[in-house]
């Protein structure tokens, strides 16, 4: 069965680092685009990084600087390093990847995923 399994989140004081991992699973080719989404509490879900196939990053204005996001397709696994965390970084954080799947024929075949959140919280 293929899924996104998340980890790495936690609770740490303002100033802090976490490092998010975010692993897909099952029977896949590779991981095309990526990328990580926080919702905090009371608010929409917004896009935090993402990544493509090639590697080409962007990242939101809050966070960029402070958030890197890489990949290491040998392990199929989509990586958020976080430094200078902030109380407003607080939040749920999920990761997506469109992921290609061998299907009939032989033809590879994309499909979105989710992970299911992994909690964030920054203390002041």
């Known amino acids: 069965q293929v899924q996104l399994v998340e980890s790495g989140g936690g609770l740490v004081q303002a100033g802090g680092s976490l490092r998010l991992s975010c692993a897909a699973s099952g029977s896949i080719d590779s991981i095309n685009g990526a990328g990580w989404y926080r919702q905090a509490p009371g608010k929409q879900r917004e896009s935090v990084a993402t990544i493509t196939s090639s590697s080409r990053t962007d990242y939101a204005g809050s966070v960029k600087g402070r958030f890197l996001i890489s990949r290491d397709n040998a392990n199929h696994t989509v990586r958020l390093q976080m430094n200078s965390l902030r109380p407003e970084d607080t939040g749920v954080y999920y990761c997506?990847?469109?992921?290609?799947?061998?299907?009939?024929?032989?033809?590879?075949?994309?499909?979105?995923?989710w992970g299911q959140g992994t909690q964030v919280t920054v203390s002041s």
């Open positions: 997506n990847a469109y992921l290609l799947i061998a299907g009939p024929g032989g033809r590879r075949y994309e499909y979105s995923y």
